[in-house]
């Protein structure tokens, strides 16, 4: 898959929600040139051991591929004071758009302190996200930090998903069974 990185960037902020998740997306931006560093920004996951085994899946892979991943700040805390009022909220509602938005802002906030011209997002190659909601919280995140371009990508295509598929297997990377938080289990568990 050919890949066309806004202004040309060769050195890219990939907000990365999971091993799995990023996988084949890293792979392809590797074979195009392009140098992610990871950007592991997710207190929504809950509970904490779950945001662990995720985070060393993640540090593992970075390790193999000798990439930099960067850890954000596990606030669990205060993502559910921004989700209050928010938790009954279906999939792909209001509170899984202001979660994006959230942890997109944190990429491009760190994006802009530490020189990144374009961040990303691997959150886009989900088919239980909204690349809607994901689009809209990325260009939200952009708003905020002018110098910072959010790169609008369709991570499903290309044949990602196979190769994801095929990265899971040689890694033996642990694959969750929900989204992170502690609502999206209620809706597995369902």
Known sequence: MKLEVPGGEKRVLLHTCCAPCSSAIIECMMQNGITPVI???????????????????????????????????????????????????????????????????????????????????TLASSRWKSLAQIEEAGHYAESLFPDVTFWTQNWRKGGLQERRCAIIKEYGFYNQQYCGCEFSIRKAAQ
């Open 39 to 121: 950007y592991y920004c997710n207190p929504n996951i809950y509970p904490y051991e779950e945001y662990r085994i995720r985070k060393e899946e993640c540090s593992r892979y970075a390790s193999s591929l000798g990439l930099e991943i960067i850890d954000a700040d596990y606030d669990h805390e205060q993502w559910l004071q921004q989700m209050k009022g928010m938790e009954m909220e279906q999939e792909r509602g209001r509170r899984c758009l202001q979660c994006f938005k959230m942890r997109l802002a944190d990429a491009a906030r760190y994006a802009n302190a530490h020189g990144f011209k374009v961040i990303t997002t």
